[in-house]
T-cell receptor, first 111, second 113 residues
Framework: GQQLNQSPQSMFIQEGEDVSMNCTSS?????WLWYKQDPGEGPVLLIA?????ELTSNGRLTAQFGITRKDSFLNISASIPSDVGIYFC???????????FGEGTQLTVNP | KAGVTQTPRYLIKTRGQQVTLSCSPI?????VSWYQQTPGQGLQFLFE???????NKGNFPGRFSGRQFSNSRSEMNVSTLELGDSALYLC????????????FGPGTRLTVL
């Protein structure tokens, strides 16, 4: 089956710094989604991308759907302590079946 | 608009027992997908229901089953529980099927002793 590689696995940054994480796929996707999950809770949708090349922002978060349709990145600017959590990318193949999730990026923000 | 709700939030069972988890999607959403999340395997797709029909199924044994009711609420059942079934079970709702943008509930934490 398809693989989704998410990197980095973890990040330790200082408050105020910018953060970047990305996902690459072995297959072409028609949708990329980015989620944030806090401990013991379900993932919360941050940004949804539906077109190759699409660049979408949600406050301090910016995500892009790669031109090749096999990758996506998420940037967080001016990080704050509440940004702590696990960030997941998820992709959906052109066949429109299930979501495939990346392994997650654990973000720690030091005040 | 209320989000996805899941009950119960926490559950403790013993090996061999069976368990039923419930999910109520966002009002108007007709697609419900179920996922299992474990530290080792991450988020893995179990199955998706739309209009009371299973539309897609992941690679899980037949002990894992589900159903959807006419009001779009869904249940999943796990029979003959094993220790390895301990996980966070998440359901996600979407307006349509195949599901595009999915919204997750808080999950049910199942512990099998």
């Amino acid at each position: 089956g398809q693989q989704l590689n998410q990197s980095p696995q973890s990040m330790f940054i200082q408050e105020g710094e910018d953060v970047s994480m990305n996902c690459t796929s072995s297959s072409i996707f028609n949708t990329w989604l980015w989620y944030k999950q806090d401990p013991g809770e379900g993932p919360v949708l941050l940004i949804a991308l539906y077109k190759a090349g699409e660049l979408t922002s949600n406050g301090r978060l910016t995500a892009q759907f790669g031109i090749t349709r096999k990758d996506s990145f998420l940037n967080i600017s001016a990080s704050i302590p509440s940004d702590v959590g696990i960030y997941f990318c998820a992709g959906q193949e052109t066949s429109g079946s299930r979501l495939t999730f990346g392994e997650g990026t654990q973000l720690t923000v030091n005040p | 608009k209320a989000g996805v709700t899941q009950t119960p939030r926490y559950l403790i069972k013993t090996r061999g027992q069976q368990v039923t988890l419930s999910c109520s999607p966002i009002s108007g959403h007709r697609s419900v997908s179920w996922y299992q999340q474990t530290p080792g395997q991450g988020l893995q797709f179990l199955f998706e229901y739309f209009s009371e029909t299973q539309r897609n199924k992941g690679n899980f044994p037949g002990r894992f089953s589900g159903r959807q009711f006419s009001n779009s609420r869904s249940e999943m059942n796990v029979s003959t529980l094993e220790l390895g079934d301990s996980a966070l079970y998440l359901c996600a709702s979407s307006l349509v099927s195949p599901p595009t943008t999915q919204y997750f509930g808080p999950g049910t934490r199942l512990t099998v002793l």
